[in-house]
């Protein structure tokens, strides 16, 4: 089995050495990211100008344009065998509900949902600690990957479909790996506002204190499982 990852939070991010560590438990990887930071770019693509490739190890390449675009260089041109799956995170931070519309971890697998292959996005939610900080020990999602692995590769989504997983903030759950819970999408908005300071407004997102629809994607990670989410690439689809 082969694996194209990328994200959208570079090349260097924790959460994306992670998931090819785990990923090569089931099969070959390459790798495909952008060189920087494209969190929120949602399916921005590169369509007015080029887009430069520099391979920085062994199937691990690091490109200049945004996530979706390593999805298309990375199916069309920059993996050497045909891929199976592919592969998006682990994105530092949730991408539940309509956050799923503005995500670049989420476009890889669309994108790759649009050339006919198989997508799991995996993104790891976590509350920010009273003194502001936010913490991860990325060691914590090695057995969860495993898991959602384990169950998600012997069963591809239906076709024009994809794999949204959110994994639950380490403090909400006590076994290493918590309840798997197939959620729906929760259709609710953020919980936000804007700092004003004169003529200059500052988003601030509260992202805990957003609705839980019972039983949807939000409610399921917020209480400290693993939600799978069975999206469609496109509305309507």
Known sequence: MHFLLAND?????PGLAMLAEVAAEFGDVTVVAPDRQFSGCGHQTTTDGHVTVEEVGPRRFAITGTPADCTRLGLMHLADEDVDWVLAG???????GIDTAMSGTVAVVREASLFGKPGIAVSQYHRRRADGSMPMDWETVRPKLRAVFERLLTSHP????LWNVN???????????????????DLGPLAFDYHVDGDAYTFRGRYHERGRTPGSDVDVCFSGRIALTHLPALVGG
């Open 167 to 185: 994994l639950p903030d380490p403090g909400d759950h006590e076994p290493p790996v918590p309840e798997i819970v197939d959620a729906p999408l």
């Open 158 to 161: 239906e076709p024009g479909h």
């Open 9 to 13: 939070d570079g090349i260097d991010a």
């Open 90 to 96: 682990v994105n530092h931070g949730g991408n539940l």
